[in-house]
Each structure stands twice: as C-alpha cells, then as structure tokens.
C-alpha cells in the first residue's frame, strides 16, 4: 500500500483484503504492519511504546526499518532510526536496510542511512549496495552517495563482478562514469579467472555504446574470457549488426580471427550457429577486414618496427 494513502482508503483495503492470517505466518510486528501500510497507526506512536521490539525481525529477517528502506519512505527511516532501530541487521539473503535503500525511487533513505553510519555489507552472493545501485538505478545520485561515503569502487561478487562490471552488463554509462572516476578498473577483475571482465559483459547483455565508450577509454579488447574466448567471439555470438558496423570503425588490431576457445572454437564457428539475418554475416566479414586493414597500414606506416 501507498506510504501516502488516506486512512479511509487503508481501512477499505484491509476490509476487502484481509490480512491477519498473512501477516502471523511473516511473524510481522505492529510496527512492520503500520510501516506496510497493513495497519492504521502512528509510527512514531509505535515506535515509542515497542522501543524493545524496535529491531524485531519477520519470517525472512526483516525488520521494520528494512521495509521503510525498501519502500523509499524517508519518514517512516527517520521516525525508526530516531527510536534506536539497528540500521545493520541483515536479512536472510545477508540483505541490510542500506542495500534494501537502493531498490527506492529516490535516493533520500540511501542518505539517511549513509550518514547514519550504516556499513556496506555484501549480501550472501558477494553482491554489495554498491553493485546494485551501479546495475539497477537510473538516478546516478544512488552510486555517487555511497562513493561519497568510501565505498569501494572495485568489491567483487563470489562470481567476480564488479560495480562496473555490473553497470556495464545494464548499460548505466552515468554510473559507468562515476565509478571510473573513483578508480574503478575499467576492464574489472581478471577475466581468466572470473568468466569475463566489462567490455565482454556489455557485448554479451545487446549494449552497443556501452561497449564504444569503454573502447574508447582504454579497455583492453584483447583479454580472454573464462572460456578462452576474444572479443570477436563475444560478437559472433551475441553481437548484432549494429555493434559490427561500429567496431568496424575502429582499429582493433591484434585480435586473431581465428583463435579457439576452450572449446576449440572460433569465432565464426559460432557465427555460422546463428541465421543471416540483416546482413549478420556480411556485417561480421566487414569487421573483420577492418582488423587485418588496420593492421596491414599499421605496418605500412611503420616499415621498421
């Protein structure tokens, strides 16, 4: 329910939509239900009388200062905190009220609880507010927030993503930006070890000027992923004719056209696997002409070398 709906409005939902029974097997408290908006009540009331239950947790461990974080509802943060609400008990996802706060529309609970003094704990998967606010929120004040207040601009998942990693797979060229200028690295966490690094991730997830703008700033276009594969692996499989057609238009020499994966593959093994549509495999010829062309005047320009 709204944090802003008329109480007559409440009272007509919970006539309708009972939820008693739901809510004894999520083990919410009084205060969990008012912030929910499941029950009619004052908060600050609430609060004041269950100052002993001001940390109490749901089925999932959740207490009610998470689900005001998750909710994007800065009051009801504020009314909680006031009354001595742990801003650092984490669910059972190892989800806290600060990585809850990124899910929010605006980023006003983030602040609260950033200088609050709530720590930066990694969920169960390795996965950090940071990584998410770089993935998953438009508003690039999320990501600028939580650098602001030293987070670390490179942490990895028990995958080996990083925030960048992360925001480059979602195409969040803003949060993409910050993060470089905190000191991410621009080609992640090496990408032998942990599947593939940024520019990989970007070709793989569609994002086109993701992956321009990281070539365009340095990223090294000649790692291998996990799987021993190259960039032009990563385009014969996931590439359009679009993102071709662009990389065509750049010098990318030194990448083999003709190097095998783990697999013993190359890239137009892969190519070959998918229908020619839109001109794809002429799309790709082009490209990789581009790469010998440039090679060959690089050569030519520097007899000597």
């Not at 010098?251 to 549509?277: C, E, I, Q, W």
């Amino acid at each position: 329910m709204g944090k802003n709906m008329k109480t007559s409005d409440t009272d007509e939902l919970i006539r309708l939509f009972p939820y008693e029974e739901y809510a004894e097997d999520q083990a919410f408290s009084s205060l969990h239900l008012i912030t929910l908006g499941l029950k009619n009540g004052s908060l600050d009331v609430e609060a004041l009388s269950s100052q002993g239950a001001i940390n109490a947790t749901d089925t999932r461990g959740r207490t009610a200062l998470w689900w005001a974080s998750r909710r994007g509802d800065a009051e009801a943060v504020k009314v909680l905190l006031r009354n001595g609400a742990s801003a650092d008990i984490v669910d059972e996802q190892g989800v806290s009220a600060l990585y809850a706060s990124t899910f929010a529309k605006t980023p006003a609970c983030l602040e609260l609880l950033l200088l609050h003094g709530a720590f930066f704990a990694p969920n169960k998967l390795g996965w950090t507010p940071l990584h998410h606010a770089a993935a998953m929120c438009d508003d690039p004040r999320f990501v600028e927030l939580l650098l602001r207040f030293d987070a670390t601009p490179d942490p990895t998942t028990l995958f080996g993503d990083s925030p960048f990693t992360m925001a480059s797979q979602w195409g969040k060229l803003d949060n993409m930006k910050l993060l470089l200028a905190a000191g991410a690295s621009i080609d992640g966490p090496d990408p032998t070890l942990y599947h593939m690094g940024p520019l990989q991730s970007a070709i793989q997830a569609g994002e086109a000027d993701t992956a321009l703008f990281l070539l365009e700033n340095g990223a090294n276009y000649t790692l291998l992923t996990l799987e021993g594969r190259n960039i032009l692996h990563g385009v014969a499989i996931y590439g359009d004719v679009v993102l071709m057609e662009k990389l065509s238009k750049l010098s990318l020499m030194g990448v083999d056209a003709t190097h095998k994966d783990n697999f013993g593959l190359t890239p137009v093994s892969y190519l070959l696997t998918r229908p020619d549509t839109n001109g794809l495999y002429t799309a790709f010829y082009k490209l990789f002409h581009s790469i010998k062309e440039a090679e060959i005047a690089s050569v030519l320009s520097n007899p000597e070398g």
